[in-house]
């Protein structure tokens, strides 16, 4: 079964508008999760690494003010869109790896896609 | 700069045969080796792994390849099935960072 579940799966907004995209790791604690953007036909491309406690690490070129990242617990990362635009319009996957599972295994959610009107 | 590279975007293979997708890597510190399978929508799935200091890893019908001098790592699918049909990354892993290929699209025919 899933380990780890991210909502929504899909979301259609306004431009101009904030999304929220929640990350949850269901049966394990995380401390890092990380989150993906992934243009069609294109890779996983990092954005930024969500450490619990602390700042999130953002990837150089993701805009730490458009793209909040919140990690409040060991289960629970968020990542707010801000002020979304139609070039926000992507497919964001939120990804935690199990330590206890062997340390080589990213567990991904399900995935959102963002579509920006 | 892209440290795990792709270069077939797709395969299409026959119900029954091999499914052999590819994979190349620039970075000669990379420690471990992952496949995912992604379907449409859906996050990806981890399949298998090889660490850095073997050469062969085998799982059911899949097996992984792995040759560090060439900087080249395979995914063996044998005998291929429609429900194979997905993208698969390949990822490979330094320290805390996992850097993904572009994705090969399978095609099984039935």
């Known amino acids: 079964g899933a380990v780890v579940s991210q909502h929504p799966s899909r979301v259609i907004c306004k431009s101009g508008t904030s999304v929220k995209i929640e990350c949850r790791s269901l049966?394990?604690?995380?401390?890092?999760m990380f989150w993906y953007r992934q243009f069609p036909k294109q890779s996983l491309m990092l954005m930024a690494t969500s450490n619990e406690g602390s700042k999130a690490t953002y990837e150089q070129g993701v805009e730490k003010d458009k793209f909040l990242i919140n990690h409040a617990s060991l289960t629970l990362s968020t990542l707010t869109v801000t002020s979304a635009h139609p070039e926000d319009s992507s497919f964001y996957i939120c990804?935690?790896?199990?330590?206890?599972?062997?340390?080589?295994?990213?567990?991904f959610g399900s995935g959102t896609q963002l579509s920006v009107l | 700069d892209q440290q795990v590279k792709q270069n077939s975007p797709s395969l299409s293979v026959q119900e029954g045969r091999i499914s052999i997708l590819n994979c190349d890597y620039t970075n000669s510190m990379f420690d471990y080796f992952l496949w995912y399978k992604k379907y449409p929508a859906e996050g990806p799935t981890f399949l298998i792994s090889i660490s850095s200091i073997k050469d062969k890893n085998e799982d059911g019908r899949f097996t992984v390849f792995l040759n560090k001098s060439a900087k080249h790592l395979s995914l063996h699918i044998v005998p291929s099935q429609p429900g194979d049909s997905a993208v698969y990354f390949c990822a490979a892993l330094t320290g805390n960072q996992f850097y993904f290929g572009t994705g090969t699209s399978l095609t099984v025919i039935p």
């Open positions: 049966d394990f604690q995380a401390t890092t």
């Open positions: 990804s935690a790896r199990d330590h206890n599972r062997g340390y080589e295994k990213l567990f």
